[in-house]
């Protein structure tokens, strides 16, 4: 893989973001559709308040920054729920399998674990992509449940399994 640097998202890397969302590689697996506009993407990032924490990776190509990879952790305003974030990410189609899943990854759990002390982040997979729930384990992720018939895909209904990563904090018991 060619070099990457991850940083928070920008408003400037709506196009990019959203050329990524309507690959189908990219879709296929997540709740994006083909016919996204950009304007979706610009109203998300617009609207991106002090509980969500997007980063992107980006390389160069031809002296242009280029994104390629994206991963949020959203906390709930529901202050019964700040001990908890939604995770999602996607990589861009051509450089799946390189590593950017699992840079993006690490770099989001710090901000879980060391700056907003989480105990829980959860996030849906569907239950044939194998090679993201490979990394999610990898990263500490436990299957806990499965949606059945949770999303269309491709004309069919798919289903989606629920994962969460529990972390104790010093002091706490380890789970059974």
Not at 10 to 21: P, Q, V
Not at 108 to 123: G, K, P, S, T, Y
Request: hydrophobic share 40%.
């Amino acid at each position: 893989m060619r070099n990457f640097d991850i940083r928070p998202v920008r408003k400037e890397d709506a196009e990019g973001i959203n050329e990524m969302r309507r690959m189908p590689e990219v879709f296929y697996n997540m709740l994006a559709l083909p016919s996204e506009r950009i304007q979706k993407t610009e109203n998300f990032i617009a609207a991106m308040g002090p509980n969500s924490h997007e980063f992107v990776a980006v390389t160069e190509d031809n002296g242009t920054e280029k994104i390629i990879g994206m991963v949020g952790l959203n906390i709930s305003a529901n202050p019964r729920l700040r001990h908890s974030a939604g995770l999602g990410i996607m990589v861009h189609r051509d450089y799946q399998n390189q590593g950017i899943g699992e840079a993006l990854m690490k770099t989001v759990l710090d901000v879980a674990d060391n700056w907003l002390m989480l105990v829980r982040v959860e996030l849906g997979v569907y239950t044939d992509n194998d090679r993201a729930i490979r990394l999610y384990k990898k990263m500490g992720f436990e299957a806990e449940g499965t949606k059945q018939k949770a999303a269309i895909r491709n004309g069919t209904y798919v289903d989606e399994m629920i994962m969460g990563r529990i972390r104790n904090l010093p002091g706490e018991p380890e789970k059974a």
